[in-house]
């Protein structure tokens, strides 16, 4: 009975009041707007948007490995300046390795909770801290001050370090651009250590005092915090528009932070990602304790100066800069992450024989240029195939922690140990490159091993998948997914997972003994 009434008050209060009319039109708006923005906030993140954050990141990393590249130039200088010999600065350089040993672990776990680019921005914060420290030690020329600059710095890149890599694996996974990624990283980061390296002893004699070096990583480091602090906000940006990225062949969602600390999944790492490890342990201890003594076997080799030597040193380290993205693009595409492996031990065993059995000026510039292939293909390789092998994406960090402790826990004892080798030998190299043998032998027999096992087990036979094997079977690695985690097979592979974590912490404590034991015995020469 009262119905009509309504709908012609109704029909005059829409034609005679614009008031009204403005405010529905911008409701309509508002809506419009809203459900534009969720369908945005559908999507996964796009290929431009991948792009910027790599180009962010890989600037970052320019700075970092141009600081980094700058100690090992600087070797003779500083044992020079400083009053030190090989084995105090053997301790100096196993000062970061140490504390990384002691917190990398509880980083990778942390990292995995609060997102790499959170990490990122408060690791960079103390590294330029720490930085600091050191340049200010060496402008005083004081050896333990340097030792606490090492120490504060080292705690900043104890976060930055797994950063960077679990971010690139929240926005690629495996065969669809990780490597890739890496690869661009890496190589850009070669050439910003191949600049470090170079220019170092070149900066110390132009300004008359070897410290600027550092004063000069300093005014990097500042340039590092601000790409830093630029790729914070854009993540954040991201965040709010984009839904995340999936693994185009199992459907995992990648994730760059998590809800809640995954503990569980870090202690039941499957058992070829412990491959891989132990064929880092080898592989990447070798060419870390080379790297640091390059400039140094350079000048004793070849006889020439510093400034010489550091650019060979530099040519030996850095030259495969744009050899390391077509790698990384090789892996993406046609996987074979083991075979890989076993070229690069092999290439790297072959560098350290003719480093130590020829010791002529032909010989050892061999030695160098083989050094640099092989080097070329263990970073991306090792990287790509520790986030391959593993079942969760998201405690990556985690992994990538426990490769980094494995490393530098055997850099510390190798480092102590050639240290002590080389001041007995008078400062001769003739005897240290015997001990790179022994572990690029290492490599050589794990690679090897890894990739007899592969035809053999479908674990380790999905390193070596191409693209188009791994979009076809992924149904496969989420079986085998489901299988690591149930039955009789989940309680094996997590009683050697445990294992192996236990061999962990005994390394780490070897590691720590022996880095005590070079403070104690260096300071007392």
């Known amino acids: 009975m009262f119905g009509p009434a309504p709908r012609q008050m109704s029909d005059k209060i829409r034609v005679d009041d614009p008031a009204i009319n403005d405010k529905a039109l911008k409701c309509a708006t508002v809506l419009n707007d809203a459900t534009s923005t969720s369908d945005e906030e559908g999507k996964d993140v796009p290929l431009r948007m991948k792009i910027m954050a790599i180009l962010l990141v890989t600037a970052i990393g320019f700075g970092s490995h141009w600081s980094s590249g ?47 680019a959170g990490a990122m921005l408060w690791g960079n914060a103390i590294y330029s801290a720490g930085a600091i420290l050191v340049a200010a030690a060496t402008t005083v020329r004081s050896y333990k001050f340097m030792i606490f600059g090492v120490l504060v710095q080292s705690l900043g890149d104890i976060a930055t370090q797994v950063a960077q890599y679990k971010i690139f694996s929240s926005w690629f996974a495996p065969s669809n651009g990780f490597a890739s ?59 709010t528009r984009y839904a995340g990225t999936k693994d185009p062949a199992t459907g995992e969602r990648l994730t760059e932070r998590n809800s809640r600390f995954e503990l569980g999944k870090m202690l039941r790492l499957p058992w070829p990602f412990w491959g891989i490890i132990l064929f880092s342990l080898f592989q990447t201890s070798t060419a870390g304790v080379f790297a640091q003594n390059a400039t140094e076997l350079a000048e004793q080799r070849f006889a020439i100066n510093a400034v010489t030597a550091g650019w060979y040193a530099a040519l030996s380290q ?28 092999t290439g790297m065993l072959l560098s350290m024989c003719l480093a130590a059995w020829g010791p002529t000026v032909g010989g050892t510039a061999a030695s160098f ?21 593993m079942w969760y994406q998201e405690v990556f960090g985690s992994g990538y922690a426990v490769k980094i402790a494995v490393n530098n826990s055997m850099t510390i004892i190798t480092r102590i140990l050639t240290g002590v080798i080389q001041d007995r030998d008078h400062n001769s190299y003739d005897r240290v ?68 974590f236990s061999a962990l912490l005994c390394l780490i404590l070897g590691a720590w003994a022996a880095y005590f034991w070079g403070i104690a015995t260096g300071h007392n020469d």
């Open 70 to 116: 700058v100690t090992g130039a600087m070797k003779s200088t500083l044992k020079k300046e400083l009053k030190i010999n090989n084995a105090q600065y053997a301790v100096l350089e196993a000062s970061q390795d140490f504390m990384v040993t002691a917190l990398i672990l509880v980083s990778g776990v942390v990292t995995d909770r609060i997102g790499g």
């Open 181 to 239: 990624t890496l690869g661009l990283e890496l190589g850009i980061g070669k050439i910003g250590g191949f600049v470090g390296t170079a220019t170092a002893n070149i900066i110390a004699r132009r300004t008359g005092d070897f410290s600027w070096v550092y004063w000069t990583a300093v005014f990097m480091n500042l340039f590092t915090n601000a790409a830093t602090l630029v790729f914070w906000f854009f993540t954040r940006w991201c965040e």
């Open 318 to 345: 850095y030259t495969g800069f744009f050899l390391v993205p077509l790698i990384g693009v090789f892996v993406d595409v046609l996987g074979n992450r083991i075979s890989l492996m076993l070229l690069c031990g």
């Open 369 to 389: 240029g083989i050094y640099a292939f092989a080097l070329s293909f263990g970073p991306t390789v090792i990287i790509d195939g520790i986030r391959t092998a």
């Open 433 to 500: 490159v015997v001990v790179y043998v022994v572990l690029a032998a290492g490599s050589v027999v794990v690679a090897a091993a890894l990739f007899a096992l592969s035809f053999w087990s479908v674990d380790l036979g999905l390193l070596q998948w191409t693209k188009k094997q791994r979009l076809r079977k992924g149904h496969v690695i989420n079986e085998r997914r489901e299988r690591f985690d149930s039955g009789e097979e989940g309680r094996r592979n997590r009683r050697i997972s445990m294992v192996f």
